[in-house]
């Protein structure tokens, strides 16, 4: 299966509109689509989930524990932390090789760092 994206509603939009921008095809759910305000990381990762998508974010500060606790019960499609010193281009470029090159089983209950 081909990897699906879900952003978190702290990652800078201009990312996602860059990958879809470049890459069309791509299943890239914005933060408002899934209705994320307001939930909290357990809850944007049983979304992420439930819907087979990976979760692409900024947040190195909660979500990697968050995480963790999830993944000790549930099922993840994977979290993609973007650090927040990354280039605009450069997190593009790294998501277009995660959809190109990979499938989604290969993301399953993983979380990385970005750029890889």
Same mark, same amino acid.
């Given at each position: 299966?081909?990897?699906?994206?879900?952003?978190?509603?702290?990652?800078?939009?201009?990312?996602?509109?860059?990958?879809?921008?470049?890459?069309?095809?791509?299943?890239?759910? =914005?933060?408002?689509?899934?209705?994320?305000?307001?939930?909290?990381?357990?809850?944007?990762?049983?979304?992420?989930?439930?819907?087979?998508?990976?979760?692409? =974010?900024?947040?190195?500060? =909660?979500?990697?524990?968050?995480?963790?606790?999830?993944?000790?019960?549930?099922?993840?499609?994977?979290?993609?932390?973007?650090?927040?010193?990354?280039?605009?281009?450069?997190?593009?470029?790294?998501?277009?090789?995660?959809?190109?090159?990979?499938?989604?089983?290969?993301?399953?209950?993983?979380?990385?760092?970005?750029?890889?």
């Amino acid at each position: 299966m081909k990897v699906r994206f879900q952003a978190d509603s702290d990652l800078n939009e201009n990312i996602l509109t860059g990958v879809v921008r470049r890459e069309p095809m791509i299943d890239f759910q =914005t933060a408002s689509e899934a209705n994320l305000r307001d939930l909290s990381d357990l809850e944007v990762l049983a979304l992420a989930a439930s819907e087979d998508r990976i979760l692409v =974010t900024h947040d190195r500060r =909660t979500m990697p524990r968050h995480f963790a606790d999830f993944v000790s019960n549930h099922r993840s499609s994977g979290v993609v932390i973007v650090a927040q010193k990354v280039g605009i281009n450069v997190a593009i470029e790294e998501l277009l090789l995660v959809w190109a090159a990979s499938d989604a089983e290969e993301w399953v209950n993983l979380i990385v760092d970005l750029p890889l």
